[in-house]
């Protein structure tokens, strides 16, 4: 069975300095990996996403995720935090088959300050 | 990016009666929609899988009878609340792939969600 896990319920960065929202994974085969970010009371915005090639994938808004094979994680980060990328991230991750479904973390909050 | 539009973006019914949602994928053919419900503050969880032109197949859980599904064509998918109660009050939110038929590695787009306020 896939899983992901965010261990971290709320991230608090200041403006300015780089953010890391963690994620690990668990998929029997290859997996496929994303990241989605969502704002109150909205659907999800697609950030990235990692099927193959580069561990480190860049996408929206600056962000990128560094996909570590040995480790099973798939990091969000960015290298300088702002204000508005305060929102609730999603790490998801699906299997190669065709048809199926994106399974989700639990969320993490992100909490920029200025 | 693709765009999914759900409606309506906010409902409130009467307890006991029934609510439609609707899915479209605007500029491409979706053969699977996927429907999630999340609750506060908790991640999202998948309820079924939407086929266009067959049954939909539902997560372990989840009642077939009171959350109806339908997947007509490949560019509508609506999920019914039916006879609803106080506790499927939700955010109900669906989520289409594109490139189903070329490819399996597309990211899915979702809609906006629907919130769901039974009284």
């Known amino acids: 069975a896939q899983s992901v896990a965010q261990p971290e319920d709320q991230v608090n960065v200041a403006e300015g300095n780089p953010l890391t929202v963690k994620c690990t994974y668990s998929?029997?085969?290859?997996?496929?990996l994303f990241w989605y970010v969502q704002y109150p009371n909205r659907g999800l915005q697609f950030l990235l996403k990692y099927i193959t090639g580069d561990n480190l994938v860049k996408g929206s808004y600056g962000f990128e995720a560094e996909f570590n094979k040995s480790q099973t994680s798939f990091h969000l980060k960015k290298p300088s935090a702002l204000v508005s990328d305060s929102a609730l991230y999603f790490c998801a991750v699906r299997d190669s088959k065709a048809g199926t479904a994106l399974i989700f973390g639990k969320g993490t909050t992100l909490s920029v300050s200025s | 990016g693709a765009v999914v539009s759900q409606h309506p973006s906010r409902v409130i019914c009467k307890s006991g009666t029934s609510v439609k949602i609707e899915c479209r994928s605007l500029?491409?053919?979706?053969?699977?929609m996927f429907w999630y419900r999340q609750f506060p503050k908790q991640s999202l969880m998948l309820m079924a899988t939407?086929?266009?032109?067959?049954?939909?197949?539902?997560e372990q859980g989840v009642e077939k009878d009171k959350f109806l599904i339908n997947h007509a064509s490949l560019t509508l998918s609506t999920l019914t609340v039916t006879s609803a109660h106080p506790e499927d009050s939700s955010f109900y939110i669906c989520s289409a792939r594109e490139g189903y038929r070329q490819g399996l590695n597309t990211e899915a787009f979702f809609g906006q969600g629907t919130r769901l306020t039974v009284v």
């Open positions: 939407s086929n266009e032109g067959s049954k939909a197949t539902y």
């Open positions: 998929v029997s085969g290859n997996p496929y």
């Open positions: 500029d491409f053919q979706a053969t699977t």
